[in-house]
């Protein structure tokens, strides 16, 4: 075995691994939480462009229409998506915690929704964006997203499936 003062590696540099799952009952405060944290930080763009100025609101909706997976990491949520089905295609939300962003988690994610996605036969998912969020649109492009639409305050994201 390597000594690891010659291969670099130290302890502080592991990363947990998130896991991805659907979410449960036990979930729902803890999502509230998730969310209410993140509009207490005004700095970031706290909740998906698509919601509503009550994020308790929106989520209760989203959680009743919608398929929804959480990212989970050392017992703390980090990220939450959800599909809504709109005929043969679906409306698709994600939110991943600023303090967890640019570590694979949001693609990560969004490749199980896809999974769902082409599982449950939809042709189509799109995605409301902020214009600004230069990395959520990066990333769904990576992943086949075109623009569909654009207004100086929103942006829609789709993907053929």
């Not at 989203?62 to 959800?82: S, Y």
């Not at 230069?134 to 942006?155: D, K, P």
């Amino acid at each position: 075995m390597a000594d690891r003062a010659t291969t670099g590696w130290r302890r502080q540099s592991e990363t947990p691994l998130a896991v991805i799952r659907e979410v449960n009952d036990r979930d729902v405060p803890r999502l509230e939480a998730l969310y209410a944290e993140a509009v207490s930080r005004q700095a970031d763009a706290a909740v998906p462009a698509a919601a509503p100025p009550d994020p308790q609101e929106w989520l209760k909706g989203k959680l009743r229409r919608g398929f929804n997976f959480v990212a989970e990491e050392t017992g703390r949520l980090v990220a939450h998506l959800v599909l809504v089905r709109v005929g043969d295609s679906a409306e698709m939300s994600i939110f991943v915690h600023p303090d967890v962003r640019r570590r694979g988690i949001g693609t990560a994610l969004l490749r199980v929704a896809l999974d769902q996605a082409r599982d449950m036969d939809l042709r189509h998912v799109w995605a409301a964006v902020s214009p600004g969020d230069r990395a959520i649109q990066q990333t769904l492009a990576h992943l086949g997203f075109v623009v569909s639409r654009q207004t100086e305050t929103s942006m829609v994201m789709a993907l053929s499936l």
